[in-house]
């Protein structure tokens, strides 16, 4: 059996009301912070598709806020997402990406353990 990977996130209007949420399955993701990143690009291309712009882009992985707010080259495997992840955050003008407390994500991470769980066969 192979385990998936669930991605999911919920757009807010400024005073916190649902517009739009995503939820996304994938066979594998290396490690929790590359779950998070691949959520977070399939976020942005999901708002700027759907013009859900301008962008306040919540998460509960610091690790990937303070990446993301380096200006330097990321020589790591998940490099080119942080890459590709920045430009998509420079085409959603005045993006601004914010660390939250889990909790705070709890509508985002029901959706990931649903997609997680969905059966898409």
Do not use: W, Y
């Not at 990143?37 to 998460?59: F, S, Y």
């Not at 920045?86 to 005045?94: I, P, S, Y």
Request: overall charge negative; glycine content about 8%; hydrophobic content about 45%.
């Amino acid at each position: 059996m192979t385990t998936r990977t669930g991605l999911g996130g919920v757009f807010r209007d400024h005073i916190g009301l649902f517009l739009h949420g995503f939820r996304h399955s994938i066979m594998t993701a290396n490690s929790a912070k590359h779950a998070e990143l691949l959520a977070l690009l399939l976020g942005v291309q999901t708002a700027l598709a759907n013009h859900l712009t301008p962008l306040i882009v919540e998460t509960d992985c610091l690790e990937l806020v303070t990446a993301l707010s380096s200006s330097s080259l990321d020589h790591s495997d998940l490099g080119f997402l942080l890459a590709d992840l920045r430009e998509l955050l420079h085409e959603a003008l005045d993006a601004c990406v914010h660390k939250v407390g889990r909790q705070a994500n709890g509508a985002a991470h029901i959706l990931a353990q649903d997609a997680k769980n969905a059966d898409f066969q």
